[in-house]
T-cell receptor, first 112, second 109 residues
Framework: ETGVTQSPTHLIKTRGQQVTLRCSSQ?????VSWYQQALGQGPQFIFQ???????GRGNFPPRFSGLQFPNYSSELNVNALELDDSALYLC???????????FGPGTRLTVL | GIQVEQSPPDLILQEGANSTLRCNFS?????LQWFHQNPWGQLINLFY???GTKQNGRLSATTVATERYSLLYISSSQTTDSGVYFC???????????FGQGTRLTINP
């Protein structure tokens, strides 16, 4: 059984660019959640996908968008990157909406 | 929304010592998890414990849901226990996890 995987590991972009981060959920998990973790802070919820539909969103602007595919893998897209978007982006998958969430290793995004 | 407070923010101990980390939350929860974040950023699941007590080796956790707190105990600390420990809760109405600010644990040899 493979765990949650994320790609890429690291990414450097410049302000104004767009970025796509990818997440493969753990086998059998139909729910994927995305979190942003700024340096020295706890992770902040961005949004959650359940069976390909968005199922809750945190306090993030619309330039943060996502997608979940039929195999339950997911993408996080961020448009018009800002310097404050520099953070560790974490993806978590779970069997159901309130079950244990298992996190991937994260993607570290740097915006210059 | 629900608030999560962890204490202490920092803890420095010698190898072999015991420690207790606390997590207070402001409302009823349907999910509570403890994580250890390693130096590379990976969040490692320690416990899923919305209520009751669980033990796993040198680690144990207790959640008293009626009093809205959870405790993580680490016994006979090892240097590999160093890192940041997070408590995260899921509130009744939303499916997200709300994280505390973490406790940074440093175990010196």
């Amino acid at each position: 059984e493979t765990g949650v995987t994320q790609s890429p590991t690291h990414l450097i972009k410049t302000r104004g660019q767009q970025v796509t981060l990818r997440c493969s959920s753990q086998s059998g998990h139909n729910t994927v959640s995305w979190y942003q973790q700024a340096l020295g802070q706890g992770p902040q919820f961005i949004f959650q996908y359940y069976r390909e539909e968005e199922n809750g969103r945190g306090n993030f602007p619309p330039r943060f968008s996502g997608l979940q595919f039929p195999n339950y893998s997911s993408e996080l897209n961020v448009n018009a990157l800002e310097l404050d978007d520099s953070a560790l982006y974490l993806c978590a998958s779970s069997l159901g909406l309130t079950d244990t969430q298992y996190f991937g290793p994260g993607t570290r995004l740097t915006v210059l | 929304g629900i608030q999560v407070e962890q204490s202490p923010p920092d803890l420095i101990l010698q190898e072999g010592a015991n420690s207790t980390l606390r997590c207070n939350f402001s409302d009823s929860v349907n999910n509570l998890q403890w994580f250890h974040q390693n130096p590379w950023g990976q969040l490692i699941n320690l416990f899923y414990i919305p209520s009751g007590t669980k033990q796993n080796g040198r680690l144990s956790a207790t959640t008293v849901a009626t009093e809205r707190y959870s405790l993580l105990y680490i016994s006979s600390s090892q240097t590999t226990d160093s890192g940041v420990y997070f408590c995260a809760v899921g509130d009744q109405g939303a499916q997200k996890l709300v994280f505390g600010q973490g406790t940074r644990l440093t175990i010196n040899p």
